[in-house]
């Protein structure tokens, strides 16, 4: 079973900003499209966005457009989530997930990681 490991997330205000990270010491994420889960308190898990081997990245919730954003750091052998202009409704656990295909398809992602939790409050 291939893991990583989430970090970065944390207690932040609201209008602020977050860069979680998923990295692997096992193996290259270079060719997998890697995308990002979340699940908010009551809420069921949804695929927020993914970033293909290209780095092209397909922003799947409506509420994180314009806002999240995806790269890839292949010297480090991590994927980034960068979240700006945080709101109370994206407090959640964020997943990491992966799928060996290298283009984007939501409905391949399967979650990797054990999630790191975002907390987004005053």
């Known amino acids: 079973q291939l893991q990583v490991e989430e970090s970065g997330g944390g207690l932040v205000q609201p209008g602020g900003s977050l860069r979680l990270s998923c990295a692997s010491s096992r193996f290259s994420l270079d060719y997998y499209a890697i995308g990002w889960f979340r699940q908010g308190p009551g809420k069921e898990r949804e695929v927020v966005l993914c970033?293909?081997?290209?780095?092209?990245?397909?922003v799947y919730v409506d509420s994180a457009k314009g806002r999240f954003t995806a790269s890839r750091d292949k010297a480090q052998n991590m994927v980034h989530l960068q979240m700006n202009s945080l709101k109370s409704e994206d407090s959640a656990v964020y997943y990491c997930?992966?799928?060996?295909?290298?283009?984007?398809?939501?409905?391949?992602?399967?979650?990797w990681g054990q999630g790191t939790l975002v907390t987004v409050s005053s």
């Open positions: 970033i293909d081997s290209n780095g092209d990245t397909a």
């Open positions: 997930a992966g799928d060996h295909r290298h283009w984007c398809d939501k409905r391949y992602l399967k979650v």
